[in-house]
């Protein structure tokens, strides 16, 4: 894991921890007032919420607890590896593109961050400039061949 999606995690775990769980208890207090909770919806829906919130802290943690942080100056360029940016050439669409492989807790498609355990990530995984990667998608197979890779 980057740095910076590191301490991304930690930031969120924090927040739900100190602002939302607040919130939810907040919410809970104010739904028992409203008297017998058996047929209380506002109630029972703010329990469920707490228990989903605490599902989500405790997943985080693990995440937080099992990261290793990469160190940059370490990353071999020579071939595909997690935080490499890399660039391809998608050879159906004739199009280039740059990715950036990224561990599951930071892919983010939007900022071009893929999974090295998705299909296109998995496919570069270890492959050097010049080197052709097939990817099996969910729309079928796609080939991109390796441009660059950098950091």
Do not use: C, W
Request: proline share 1%; no cysteine; hydrophobic share 40%.
């Amino acid at each position: 894991m980057t740095k910076e999606g590191y301490e991304a995690l930690e930031a969120e775990v924090k927040n739900l921890k100190n602002v939302r769980r607040i919130e939810v208890a907040k919410a809970i207090a104010e739904a028992r007032e409203k008297g017998d909770l058996s047929e209380n919806a506002e109630y029972h829906a703010a329990k469920e919420e707490q228990g989903h919130l605490e599902a989500k802290i405790a997943e985080m943690e693990t995440k937080l607890a099992s990261a290793r942080i990469m160190d940059e100056s370490k990353i071999d360029t020579s071939k595909v590896g997690i935080l490499s940016k890399v660039e391809v050439l998608n050879k159906k669409m004739n199009k280039k593109m740059t990715f950036t492989i990224v561990s599951e807790a930071e892919a983010n498609l939007k900022e071009n961050k893929i999974s090295s355990s998705s299909p296109i990530g998995a496919a570069l995984m270890g492959k050097k400039v010049g080197d052709v990667a097939t990817a099996n998608t969910p729309a079928g197979a796609m080939q991109f061949e390796v441009l660059s890779i950098g950091i």
